[in-house]
């Protein structure tokens, strides 16, 4: 007798589930990546990259306006640089930029900085006075620049009259005076630049731990203490912030110079950015005013890299 056992069916497999490559899906990635980026990218390089570029070219050639007639703008090697780095003016351009720069940076910074630490406390009014103390910032800087030539005139404006008044003598040459006019023209545009660093400083001060603060009250810190080992160094990113963009937004200062002072008296309130005015569109030499702003995008440069990596060097 026999016996015979039935089969077990064959099963078959199941279909392998198409997956993506690992190369194609990484290509993928990348490539939605940059078209993420990409527009920003084409931006930077049309307003930005370009003119920088034919900035740089148009320095050494000799850019007159028959050039805009001809079309012809011939190369003269290093003709624009030495004329304009051997002329007196610039040098005094230069001098009176880091002047100016410097002065109207520890002056917004330093007032920003103790308003914005004032505002952190919680009093009535606290919100409207920080509103009003934004005005400066919002009024466009040619007005700011007319309204202060009028305060400041020496014969009819608010400032000497009001001197005047209080018998200290109201005849002050604010803006007339080699001597005074570059002091007159800093303190406005320290005036004009308080409210930016106090609103970004003021932002970076709501991120400071409030336990922290408690902690320190609790070791028995004084006010300047906690002030100097809890909200500066946590304060540190801000800073380099607030300073990189009000150096660079500082040192190319045209239209409030211009405003007040022309530039004058006597080229005592010259800056680089008003000599590349002057040399672009007053005396309609292009190759040298395309001299002066290339200086001022490497003054820009040279303190952001340095500045970046001196605080980078701090972190470590």
Same mark, same amino acid.
């Given at each position: 007798?026999?016996? %015979? %056992?039935?089969? !077990?069916?064959?099963?078959? =497999? ?34 930005? *990259? ?16 028959? %050039? ?5 703008? +011939? ?80 014969? %009819? ?15 002050? =040459?604010?803006?007339?005076? =080699? ?24 932002? *970076? ?31 540190? +990113? ?27 008296? !006597? ?42 990596? !001196? ?6």
């Amino acid at each position: 007798m026999s016996t %015979t %056992t039935a089969s !077990a069916p064959a099963v078959e =497999p199941a279909a392998p589930t198409k997956t993506p490559r690992p190369q194609r899906a990484r290509r993928r990635r990348k490539l939605s990546q940059w078209g993420f980026v990409a527009p920003a990218v084409v931006f930077m390089l049309l307003f930005f *990259g370009y003119p920088l570029v034919r900035n740089v070219v148009m320095s050494f050639q000799d850019f007159s306006p028959s %050039t805009f007639f001809d079309g012809k703008s +011939p190369f003269n090697g290093t003709d624009n640089w030495s004329k304009v780095l051997h002329d007196d003016l610039f040098g005094r351009a230069l001098w009176h930029t880091l002047v100016f720069t410097v002065g109207s940076l520890l002056g917004q910074f330093g007032i920003g900085l103790a308003l914005a630490v004032f505002f952190t406390r919680r009093f009535p009014l606290n919100g409207f006075l920080r509103s009003l103390i934004l005005l400066p910032w919002l009024v466009p800087m040619v007005v700011s620049g007319i309204v202060w030539r009028r305060i400041l005139d020496q014969d %009819t404006g608010v400032l000497n009259s009001f001197a005047d008044t209080l018998g200290l003598g109201g005849h002050a =040459p604010w803006l007339t005076s =080699p001597g005074t006019a570059l002091l007159s023209v800093i303190l406005v545009n320290i005036w004009i630049g308080i409210p930016f660093h106090m609103v970004i400083l003021y932002g *970076g001060l709501q991120e400071v731990p409030k336990e922290m603060y408690e902690a320190a009250a609790l070791d028995g810190a004084s006010a300047w203490r906690t002030f100097r080992s809890i909200t500066l160094p946590l304060l540190k +990113p801000v800073i380099t912030v607030v300073l990189v963009l009000g150096f660079m937004s500082t040192v190319k200062i045209l239209d409030l110079i211009l405003a007040l002072t022309d530039g004058g008296p !006597a080229d005592s309130t010259q800056t680089l950015g008003t000599l590349t005015y002057q040399n672009s569109f007053v005396q309609l030499d292009f190759g040298a005013g395309a001299v002066v702003g290339n200086v001022l995008i490497l003054m820009s440069a040279v303190f952001a890299v340095i500045y970046l990596r !001196a605080n980078r060097l701090e972190e470590k």
